[in-house]
C-alpha cells in the first residue's frame, strides 16, 4: 500500500487528514487493490455495491446500456478520482450504471462506512471524512449538470462544440487532450460516430477547429470570431 500514498493522500475525499489519521487509516482500512485489462468490468449494472473506488492507474468508465446493448458513458474517472460512492452511501445498494477499466488499470477499494463506524476513530478524523464525501458527492453533481448541459443541445454540431468548450474552460486553455477515442466520445455524447467524425471534419474545413487524433485546438467560435 505504500507506494500508493503519493496518489491517495491526494485523493479529495482525504483531503485535510493529518499524519495520525493517516496512520489510523492505514491500520483501520479495509482495503484490496484490484488490477483490470482494458475493457474488463469493475462493477457490473445490477450488482450489490458497499465499496468505494479509487483510481490509482489508468482510468475507468461509468456506462449505462440499455437492453439492445446500446452504449452511453455517463462519466470518465482519472487518475485520484473516486466512483461507487453515491451507491455505498445510500441505500440503493444495487448499482444503475456499470463501471469498466478504459485502459490497463488499478482501483483501490475502501469501505467507506465501516471506517466511519470504527470505534477507535477521531471525531475530527471523522468530521473530516463527512465534510470530503459531501464534497465528492456535490462536485459529481455539478458534474453531470454540465453534462445534462451538453446533452440538451439540438444537433450533434451543439453537442461538439458545448462539450469542447468546457473541457476548453476546465483545462483554460483552447489547446487541450480530450480523454476520449471517436467511439467513446460519440458515446459520451449520445451521437452516432459516423456523424460525429462528419462534423467535426465540416468544423476542421470552417475553420473553427483544429484536431489530431485526441488533441484539439479552439480557434474560433460559432459565430466566426477568433478565439
Known amino acids: ?9 491526494k485523493v479529495s475525499l482525504f483531503r485535510g487528514l493529518t499524519k495520525e489519521d493517516f496512520e489510523f487509516l492505514q491500520n483501520h482500512m479495509v482495503t484490496k487493490v484490484r488490477k483490470y485489462a482494458k475493457s474488463e468490468f469493475i462493477f457490473r449494472a445490477g450488482e450489490l455495491v458497499s465499496q468505494v473506488g479509487i483510481v490509482l492507474s489508468g482510468k475507468t468508465q461509468i456506462i449505462k446500456e440499455d437492453v439492445w446493448g446500446n452504449r452511453t458513458i455517463v462519466a470518465n474517472m482519472a487518475v485520484g478520482d473516486i466512483f461507487a460512492e453515491a451507491f455505498s452511501c445510500s441505500k440503493v445498494e444495487r448499482l444503475t450504471v456499470s463501471v469498466l477499466a478504459g485502459e490497463s488499470t488499478e482501483v483501490l477499494f475502501i469501505d467507506y462506512n465501516r471506517i466511519l463506524s470504527a470505534h477507535s476513530i477521531s471525531e475530527s478524523c471523522k468530521d473530516k471524512l463527512i465534510f470530503n464525501m459531501i464534497q465528492v458527492l456535490a462536485n459529481k453533481n455539478v458534474m453531470l449538470t454540465q453534462k445534462i448541459e451538453i446533452l440538451s443541445r ?10 469542447l468548450s468546457n473541457i476548453a474552460a476546465k483545462n483554460q486553455s483552447y489547446s487541450f487532450e480530450i480523454p476520449f477515442n471517436r467511439q467513446e466520445l460519440a458515446d459520451f455524447l449520445c451521437v452516432d460516430r459516423s456523424a460525429l467524425s462528419n462534423e467535426l471534419s465540416k468544423l476542421q474545413q470552417e475553420g473553427i477547429l483544429k484536431f489530431h487524433k485526441n488533441h484539439f485546438t479552439l480557434l474560433q467560435d460559432d459565430n466566426g470570431y477568433s478565439l
Open 1 to 9: 500500500m505504500k507506494k500508493y500514498y503519493p496518489i491517495i493522500e
Open 154 to 163: 439540438r444537433t450533434t454540431r451543439e453537442k461538439i462544440l458545448s462539450f
